[in-house]
């Protein structure tokens, strides 16, 4: 992410010398084929440069947690990370580092299908514009049902899940979503039985440790 930033400084310092320098001091600068180049570089490629640098920066910065804990409403969920409980999924995912901690609910939350990240940011502008414009539902709820696919992108394969009898017995329904993975992992984050859990000492889920 760093490199994105100094990227686009280094352009925007490049593009204000260049007009500083045209416009400012050397305008006949342009009456040349070097100034032409140079006047063309500064008006029609720089911006498009730090326009795809801000919006890289930007998208990359949108897959880490502490960018989803940056929402107040998310904060109790970001806790329910931390609760101590082995039938807390998310919990036991993110405190044995069974997903990256600084992408959780990017990994969770994205549609694994060939236009699952574009599905995925265009519904956080859905969750920017009702958090702004419109009124967020209590308890915050998903707009579609979680597909089982996000789950077994992960957990298929794995020795620890294919040598579990149950799964081999529903392997075939947990494919095609007849039976859900939360039927029997229902403890999810569980935001109301905050007050009412033991919690985890590490580190704070989108901050530091």
Same mark, same amino acid.
């Given at each position: 992410?760093?490199?994105?930033? !100094? ?23 342009? @009456? ?18 730090? #326009?795809?640098?801000?919006? %890289? ?14 929402? +107040? ?9 931390? /609760? @101590? @409980? ?6 036991? +995912?993110?405190?044995?580092?069974? /997903? ?9 939350? #994205?549609?694994? #299908? ?5 599905? %995925? ?12 414009? *419109?009124?967020?539902? !209590?308890?915050? =709820? ?13 957990? !298929? *394969? ?10 081999? !017995? ?17 403890? /999810?984050?569980?935001? +109301?039985?905050?007050? =009412? ?13």
């Amino acid at each position: 992410m760093t490199s994105y930033v !100094d990227s686009g400084l280094a352009a925007i310092a490049v593009g204000l010398v260049a007009l500083v320098l045209l416009i400012g001091y050397r305008p006949s600068l342009t @009456d040349a084929r070097g100034g032409k180049v140079l006047a063309f570089l500064s008006f029609f490629i720089l911006p498009i440069l730090v #326009t795809w640098v801000g919006t %890289s920066e930007h998208l990359q910065h949108s897959k880490s947690t502490g960018f989803c804990m940056s929402c +107040h409403v998310m904060e109790p969920y970001g806790q329910s990370l931390r /609760i @101590d @409980d082995p039938a807390h999924i998310p919990a036991v +995912h993110y405190q044995n580092q069974l /997903i990256s901690r600084d992408e959780t609910c990017y990994t969770c939350h #994205t549609s694994y #299908t060939m236009f699952g990240g574009v599905k %995925s940011k265009l519904t956080g502008m859905k969750h920017v514009y009702i958090y702004y414009l *419109g009124t967020v539902s !209590d308890p915050i =709820e998903l707009y579609e049902p979680y597909q089982n696919r996000e789950c077994l992108h992960c957990h !298929d *394969g794995s020795r620890s899940f294919e040598e579990q009898e149950l799964h081999i !017995d529903v392997r075939a329904e947990l494919a095609s979503n007849e039976t859900s993975c939360l039927e029997c992992h229902g403890d /999810i984050h569980d935001v +109301h039985l905050l007050a =009412e859990k033991p919690m985890w000492s590490g580190p704070e889920p989108g901050g530091a440790p």
